[in-house]
């Protein structure tokens, strides 16, 4: 009974004295497990041998260690290819975006000026006939209905004067002169003002009654 006590100790002095020997040898790679191992008695209570935590139970703590940066690595890989896709959608919606601008610019006023092109014909037309003074006048008035017309299908709309008081918010007064009118009464229109929609684009230039 005391020779078995007596093996007993010296096999748990061999194992701690190989335990310590892997610490040393290796502290980042074997301390921590080994220490745990040891503390728990794995190695004296189990009957598991030294040799055996160096074949088998390191083999498995690698292959652990090793599925985990793999998965790391795999999920790092996949984070960055989203990333990069991610960066390529926007650089190519950034370039499509600024592509749209340009033409958008380029081509805003096609319309208007599509509207324009009978006006120009008119004009053609009207040049051609400068020896007949009366369908030159005819083809004038015939351009400028053409005209107005196209720019009020567009939302232009003259500011009326006639018979109005002055409004600073429409017109803008070049003159005063002493009248029988009231106060601030529009006498004279000297160039007609406009809106596009409710926005004014030119104020009506005006005579007003006053000192």
Request: hydrophobic letters at 35%; glycine letters at 6%; aromatic letters at 10%.
């Amino acid at each position: 009974m005391e020779h078995k006590k007596e093996e007993d100790n010296m096999e748990k002095l061999a194992d701690k004295k190989a335990i310590e020997r892997l610490i040393r040898e290796d502290p980042d790679k074997h301390g921590r497990l080994a220490r745990d191992m040891y503390t728990r008695r794995k190695f004296l209570d189990g009957g598991i041998k030294f040799n055996q935590y160096r074949g088998e139970e390191l083999k498995k703590l690698q292959e652990v260690e090793e599925k985990k940066y793999d998965e790391k690595d795999q999920k790092i890989e996949e984070l960055t290819d989203t990333l990069k896709r991610l960066q390529a959608e926007f650089e190519n919606y950034k370039k499509w975006n600024a592509k749209e601008k340009i033409d958008f610019a380029k081509y805003a006023n096609a319309g208007i000026i599509a509207e324009m092109l009978p006006v120009l014909d008119s004009f053609e037309i009207a040049l051609k006939n400068t020896a007949d003074k009366e369908k030159f006048a005819e083809g004038i008035k015939m351009i400028y209905a053409q005209l107005y017309s196209a720019l009020e299908a567009e939302g232009l709309r003259p500011i009326n004067t006639a018979g109005e008081k002055f409004d600073p918010y429409k017109h803008e007064v070049l003159l005063k002169e002493e009248s029988d009118k009231p106060e601030g009464a529009i006498l004279e229109e000297f160039q007609k003002g406009y809106l596009l929609n409710d926005k004014i684009l030119r104020f009506s230039k005006v005579k007003v009654s006053g000192k």
